[in-house]
């Protein structure tokens, strides 16, 4: 699932008219770049959840074939990043474990060795992380399992920066939840179930939601 219903308020003017999903970059837009690096891992089947000029959107993907089925989901309200999740439920539950990303991540980070990770123990979820500065982190006991989230100018050991790309199980859809909006990290929490961290090490990891980072990532080799 690809994370797309964001309002892009940090890329404006850019997305005064357009999606975030769908501002340009490397020779396409953000989520053909996204759609891109799925379809080399070998996924077959996308999610994309859309509320800001979700219009836009659904039209982009009846007008643009990427040779992998793409399931678009319109939120009459925006729903976040839990709530958009748990919304992509008929698409999603059937399947162990699947892959969820922001739109606007730009990493060379492996896609597979979290696939492998997640293959060893079968968490809940597996969120990748990074050592770097952010101004929310994810706090961590010991074993790598996710204890809190924490705001803080001090990056301590068992802080991380989330990299916006994790594997869920699909026991997310067993518990009880109501059809708004939910932080996924919030939901993680309150699951008081087994959440771990991969360290994604020296990987690339740009945001591209702002503007200068867009900048960046479209003159960079990668």
């Not at 996308?46 to 319109?74: P, R």
């Not at 050592?131 to 074993?143: I, V």
């Amino acid at each position: 699932m690809i994370l797309a219903a964001g309002f892009g308020t940090r890329l404006k003017p850019l997305t005064d008219s357009l999606p975030k999903a769908l501002v340009p970059f490397k020779k396409g837009t953000m989520i053909s770049y996204q759609i891109e690096k799925l379809k080399s891992t070998g996924i077959k089947e996308v999610v994309v959840n859309a509320h800001h000029f979700s219009e836009q959107l659904v039209k982009y993907f009846q007008e643009n074939n990427f040779g992998i089925k793409v399931n678009v989901i319109a939120e009459a309200e925006i729903l976040g990043t839990g709530g958009g999740v748990l919304n992509a439920k008929e698409y999603l539950r059937s399947e162990e474990c699947f892959l969820v990303l922001n739109v606007d991540v730009f990493t060379d980070f492996n896609i597979e060795l979290l696939v492998k990770e997640y293959e060893l123990s079968k968490p809940y979820a597996l969120l990748a992380v990074q050592k770097r500065k952010t101004s929310r982190y994810l706090e961590f006991d010991d074993n790598f399992n996710l204890t809190g989230r924490i705001k803080s100018d001090v990056m301590n050991d068992n802080y991380f920066a989330f990299n916006g790309m994790h594997i869920i199980s699909n026991e997310i859809f067993s518990l009880d939840y109501k059809n708004d909006y939910k932080d996924i990290i919030d939901v993680y929490l309150d699951s008081r179930k087994i959440i771990k961290g991969y360290d994604a090490g020296n990987s690339v990891f740009i945001d591209l939601g702002k503007t200068d980072n867009l900048i960046k990532a479209e003159k960079s080799g990668y």
